[in-house]
Nanobody, 119 residues
């Protein structure tokens, strides 16, 4: 089992920045990728960014490319999402995810953290 705890959400004005953190604990063996997803009210949960745990390869949603940066600190089992130039449409609950690859045989979620971007 892996436990994921997010932090760093909040209210920010458009154009501002936030940094989300996700700390993983428990048995992280078999976890090949960690990522951030977001879900706005009435919408599906979508991938924002993903990073492989054994390399620096990353993947971003088109809507956040150039504004968000995902990173990890393997020594402390922590993942970050630096969000710059925030827009109102970035408002959502952001969830941390840890999974195995290629299949999500192992698939864990955090409780989510709210990000609200005001105009």
């Amino acid at each position: 089992q892996v436990q994921l705890v997010e932090s760093g959400g909040g209210l920010v004005q458009a154009g501002g920045s936030l940094r989300l953190s996700c700390v993983a604990s428990g048995s992280v063996r078999g976890i090949a990728a960690m990522g951030w997803y977001r879900q706005a009210p009435g919408e599906q949960r979508d991938l924002v960014a993903m990073i492989l745990t054994t390399s620096s390869r990353t993947k971003y949603a088109d809507s956040v490319t150039g504004r968000f940066t995902i990173s990890r600190d393997n020594a402390n089992n922590t993942m970050y999402l630096q969000m710059n130039s925030l827009k109102p449409e970035d408002t959502a609950v952001y969830y941390c995810n840890a999974r195995s690859l290629p299949r999500a045989t192992l698939n864990y979620w955090g409780q989510g953290t709210q990000v609200t971007v005001s105009t």
